[in-house]
């Protein structure tokens, strides 16, 4: 089994494997909570995310990979937000796996949240696919059988990889020149570096370099990933605004990887669906 971490993020897990509780709790404790932090009130709806994850598990999911945000109040270390990112066994032997992306907390940072992701194995990268209309959440408020309703919400993230599926297909098949692609690069700088703060630290080509022979391919697809994946993994050479020498860095934060990844999807699509126009 390989097992990998990120050292600029020692609150991250990734494996090729099932990861076991005692692994994901090493880096994501708040996974592990026994109760919502002491500043939520008694109408807080706590939502055990290892009851969910255990009863995920029952149903055919297996997590790959878990992490949680890092947090300088450390009273709320172990209440703080986590994702965990699933695939169901159907899908664990895909190229691109499909995946079930699980967001929670127990100090009130945020609501129960699934989502469609990918993973693709040729570069060890994670995507998050579809737009937040298509999210399932459960609210920490009002009572029921919350588990049951989670379960039933991971089964209708599955239900959407179709529709994804598809529209995948659709981008592999739509071929882009060179000056598409290059607006897609710069429409990714913009989002991801106010132009307001400054010229960004690299440049559209750069978002658009290949970092394997397997991504040398000019349709919306592989476009698609080359830039998200130079943009989220980093470590591209530039210049900072005071014009010194600078190597960009990784998003790490849950927070900003689920927005940078939803805006290139969104940007994606809009390509997609001006070109069949």
């Known amino acids: 089994m390989r097992l990998s971490s990120n050292f600029r993020n020692p609150c991250m897990i990734r494996s090729d494997a099932p990861l076991s509780n005692e692994q994901i709790a090493s880096v994501a404790p708040s996974i592990f909570a026994e109760e919502a932090h002491n500043s939520r009130s008694d109408r807080y709806l706590y939502i055990p995310t290892v009851k969910v994850l255990d009863a995920l598990r029952a149903e055919g999911f297996e997590p790959f990979m878990a992490c949680q945000t890092r947090v300088r109040n450390t009273d709320k270390l172990e209440h703080t937000k986590h994702m965990i990112r699933l695939r169901h066994a159907n899908h664990i032997m895909a190229k691109e796996a499909n995946e079930v992306i699980l967001l929670n907390s127990h100090d009130g940072s945020s609501s129960y949240q699934m989502m469609a992701g990918m993973f693709r194995f040729v570069c060890a990268n994670g995507l998050v696919l579809g737009d937040c209309s298509m999210d399932q959440k459960v609210r920490h408020s009002g ?48 989002y991801r570096y106010d132009p307001k703060e400054g010229p960004a630290p690299v440049t559209a080509r750069q978002l658009l370099a290949p970092r394997r022979v397997e991504d040398y391919d000019n349709d919306l697809w592989t476009t698609f990933n080359r830039i998200q994946e130079n943009t989220i993994k980093g470590g591209l050479r530039g210049r900072n605004k005071q014009g010194r020498r600078a190597t960009t860095r990784g998003v790490n934060g849950i927070d900003q990887d689920v927005k940078l990844n939803r805006a290139l999807w969104v940007l994606a699509q809009a390509l997609r669906t001006q070109q069949a126009a």
């Open 143 to 190: 009572r029921g059988d919350v588990i049951s309703d989670v379960i039933e919400g991971a089964y209708e993230v599955l239900n959407q990889f179709n529709a994804v599926d598809d529209q995948r297909e659709c981008m592999q098949q739509l071929k882009l020149r060179p000056d598409e692609q290059e607006a897609f690069a710069m429409a990714a700088l913009a």
